[in-house]
T-cell receptor, first 113, second 116 residues
Framework: EPEVTQTPSHQVTQMGQEVILRCVPI?????FYWYRQILGQKVEFLVS????????KSEIFDDQFSVERPDGSNFTLKIRSTKLEDSAMYFC???????????FGQGTRLTVV | AQKITQTQPGMFVQEKEAVTLDCTYD???????LFWYKQPSSGEMIFLIY??????QNATEGRYSLNFQKARKSANLVISASQLGDSAMYFC?????????????FGQGTRLTINP
């Protein structure tokens, strides 16, 4: 069964460093999302992406964040200068056009020290 | 105002019993979808069940059913014959609008523990 794949599963980075979180959505899906979950809290929306552009972004998704679909298969989230409060689980999700269900990847746990 | 409210931070249930996890929502959009996801301790988000605002019948998926009461704006998840493997965090979520790129909005979650 096809699935959303995220790499790495866990990343530790120094405060102020840039990180890139990678996602390979399911191949025939057209809507892509990033969510994050701070430990013990609810899942929060960051950004949605469709037709090679951002559809919607939340207040969290400030100038330090960017997304890119560099080729036909990858979908990346970049954080330019990480802060301690960026420590969270980051989930990528994708959805097929005409379908309601979004499939989530297994998440990347980002720890900023 | 919260769009999704889960009022039970934690629930403890005996194995084989049925359990109901509460979820209420708030929207003025006539087209919306309601979702339940399971998050085990390993962290992944597993889709369980979906209910569309125009669906006439309550959704069912195996041991999971969704008690959809539109007038009360509630979408409770019912798990029948609970198993030890059902112990996890459960999130209710809503999408306003059904077919575009609209995001999911999640509730705070309910931690379910199944006791042997």
């Amino acid at each position: 069964e096809p699935e959303v794949t995220q790499t790495p599963s866990h990343q530790v980075t120094q405060m102020g460093q840039e990180v890139i979180l990678r996602c390979v959505p399911i191949s025939n899906h057209l809507y892509f999302y990033w969510y994050r979950q701070i430990l013990g809290q609810k899942v929060e929306f960051l950004v949605s992406f469709y037709n090679n552009e951002i559809s919607e972004k939340s207040e969290i998704f400030d100038d330090q964040f960017s997304v890119e679909r560099p080729d036909g298969s990858n979908f990346t989230l970049k954080i330019r200068s990480t802060k301690l409060e960026d420590s969270a689980m980051y989930f990528c999700a994708s959805r097929r056009q005409g379908y309601t269900e979004a499939f989530f990847g297994q998440g990347t746990r980002l720890t900023v020290v | 105002a919260q769009k999704i409210t889960q009022t039970q931070p934690g629930m403890f249930v005996q194995e084989k019993e049925a359990v109901t996890l509460d979820c209420t929502y708030d929207t003025s959009d006539p087209s919306y979808g309601l979702f339940w996801y399971k998050q085990p301790s390993s962290g992944e988000m597993i889709f369980l069940i979906y209910q569309g605002s125009y669906d006439q019948q309550n959704a069912t998926e195996g041991r999971y059913s969704l008690n959809f009461q539109k007038a009360r704006k509630s979408a409770n998840l019912v798990i029948s014959a609970s198993q030890l493997g059902d112990s996890a965090m459960y999130f209710c979520a809503m999408r306003e609008g059904l077919w575009g790129a609209q995001k999911l909005v999640f509730g705070q979650g309910t931690r379910l523990t199944i006791n042997p």
